[in-house]
Nanobody, 124 residues
Framework: QVQLVESGGGLVQAGGSLRLSCAAS????????MGWFRQAPGKEREFVAA????????VYADSVKGRFTISRTNAKNTVYLQMNSLKPEDTAVYYC?????????????????WGQGTQVTVSS
């Protein structure tokens, strides 16, 4: 059974940083693009960032561009999201997901597997 397990969330003050990790039990992890999404209370789940299977071509939502960095280590079956200059509006549950189609990385419907999420709370 495929499992994606996020970690690294927590409470941080505005302007601070957090690093999220997502460990995947996918046997063929290196063939999947990986993405991060988030969902704030009362809002729909939205795209945050994604990275191709090779680690190239990262893409970001406009709202996080220049502040967040996605990366991966295929040897460890892990994808990361470094979040800097955090704002209160970044508060949400953050989910990682695996995309076997390796295209349209910003579309929720293209992701095959999802983690349970990790809470990020940014205080003002």
């Amino acid at each position: 059974q495929v499992q994606l397990v996020e970690s690294g969330g927590g409470l941080v003050q505005a302007g601070g940083s957090l690093r999220l990790s997502c460990a995947a039990s996918l046997r063929t992890f290196s063939t999947y693009s990986m993405g991060w999404f988030r969902q704030a209370p009362g809002k729909e789940r939205e795209f945050v960032a994604a990275i191709s299977w090779s680690g190239g071509n990262p893409v970001y939502a406009d709202s996080v561009k220049g502040r967040f960095t996605i990366s991966r280590t295929n040897a460890k079956n892990t994808v990361y999201l470094q979040m800097n200059s955090l704002k209160p509006e970044d508060t949400a549950v953050y989910y990682c997901a695996a995309n076997g189609r390796n295209r349209d990385l910003n579309l929720i419907s293209n992701y095959d597997y999802w983690g349970q999420g990790t809470q990020v709370t940014v205080s003002s």
